[in-house]
Every structure is written in C-alpha cells, then in structure tokens.
C-alpha cells in the first residue's frame, strides 16, 4: 500500500477546496493568462467549463480518491489524479488530464493517462483513454463531467471491465488477457499498480508531466510522521 511519502504542492490552481475571496471563474481565467496557444474561447464554452469545475464541489460529483485541478497550461484542460483503492489495480497512483474542445460541450473532452497503466481501454502508447463504453454518442445536454469522472474510476473495477467489447478497447491485449486469462491479466494489473508508486511516476516532472498541476515530493520519515500526528495517524515507517 502506498505509504505517507509523498505530498501534494500546491499550485497557482488549488483543487476542489475553494480559497477564500477567490471564484471558479477567477482561477480559470488564470489558467487561461498561461496559454498562448489555444484558440478563442467562445463564451459558452467558457461559461460551460465554470459551471462544471463548480459542480463538482456536490459531494456526490467528484469521486472518493481523485483530486482535480484547472492546468496552469491550458483554460481547456484539467489536471487530476486517481488513488485506485480496490481490485486488481490496488494502489494505483494515477495521474490523467482532461482536455476540453473549442466547442465544448457540443463535443467531449479527452482524457489522456500520464501514468503508464496496463488497462484496456488505455492506449499503451500515448495514454489516451476510451470513453465509448459509456459515452456513444456524446449527448451534450445529457452528459456532465462528473458523469465522466464515475466512469473513469469504474473502468477499473471488475463490473466495468466485465462490459468491455473489442470494438471500444484501445488495448487489445489487455482486454484478451482479461477475457481468457485473468491470472495473467491480474498479475500484469498489479505490476502496473506497482510501477505507479515508484520514484520515477510519482516524482517525474519532464515532458508530458512537466506542467502537471498536482505534483509529488518526497518526505523524510520525521516528515512523514509529522503530516500523520497532525492527522492523528501513527506511523509505521520508523519502527
């Protein structure tokens, strides 16, 4: 299980927990002074991705073990992670963006894993994530982005991956391992999970994770057991 030995830096964009004086649209528009890039946001678009960072303070919005954050780099983006608490990709450290079209919410956003993750419905070359399962056809006045959140976080427990069709999977492998040997597929799911605490996923600030929001550092154990007596947690790492 992934032990106190890292912390969250906070970032020009706080998560979910809103700073005192300090509105939604006000940190977006921040993140928007950080970009040169993108093209004009239309009105509605903008207005739309306000209401949907602001919807998901409901407690039922945001799901238990992910964080999100507008990206310093881009109005149309998001920076978020995921904690995978049970099944076969336990203790998973997940780090994805959410990257939003001109147009939104006419078409849906992309989700793309920063992390590598043996999963089928994540290419294994560029992390990109499949939202067909849940979401064919995009239904713009239907579909909210806490829609997409639950899916995300349900693609890695067993009735979501029970499901899968070949035709949605990015992954093939994947999806042929889970469907005709679930020993391998576990034991692969696992490595996975393994490989996304170390040093190099969680503290690695180069390329595609350079701007990302939601970042790592390490702790030293007299560190890590003053963050747990402030949360009245005692420690096992120095025993």
């Known amino acids: 299980m992934l032990s106190a030995v890292g912390s969250l ?4 964009t706080v998560d979910l927990g809103l700073a005192k004086g300090r509105s939604v649209s006000t940190k977006i528009a921040q993140a928007a002074d950080s970009t040169h890039s993108e093209g004009s946001i239309s009105p509605a678009t903008r207005a739309a991705l306000n209401f949907q960072y602001a919807s998901l303070r409901n407690i039922n919005h945001c799901p238990t073990g992910m964080y999100i954050t507008p990206s310093v780099e881009s109005t149309l983006m998001w920076d978020a992670v995921l904690f995978v608490h049970k099944g076969y990709y336990q203790d998973s450290v997940l780090k994805f963006t959410i990257t939003f079209p001109n147009d939104y ?55 979501t991956l029970d499901k899968l069709h070949e035709e949605d999977v990015l992954n093939k492998e994947a999806f042929k391992l889970y469907r005709d040997n679930r020993t391998s597929f576990a034991t692969l799911a696992k490595q996975s999970a393994e490989l996304s605490q ?4 969680l503290y690695d600030t180069s390329g595609s994770r350079k701007n990302h929001s939601l970042r790592f550092t390490p702790l030293k154990p ?13 420690s096992e790492v120095s025993k």
């Open 9 to 12: 830096v906070p970032s020009p």
């Open 105 to 159: 919410p006419e078409r849906p956003p992309t989700v793309r894993f920063l992390t590598d993750i043996f999963h089928p419905l994540v290419d294994h070359r560029t992390g990109a994530c499949s939202l067909a399962p849940r979401f064919r056809p995009w239904r713009p006045k239907e579909h909210q982005i806490h829609h997409i959140l639950h899916f995300i976080k349900s693609s890695f427990k067993e009735p």
């Open 198 to 201: 170390s040093p190099s996923a």
């Open 222 to 234: 007299d560190e890590v057991d003053e963050v747990l007596g402030a949360l009245s947690i005692h």
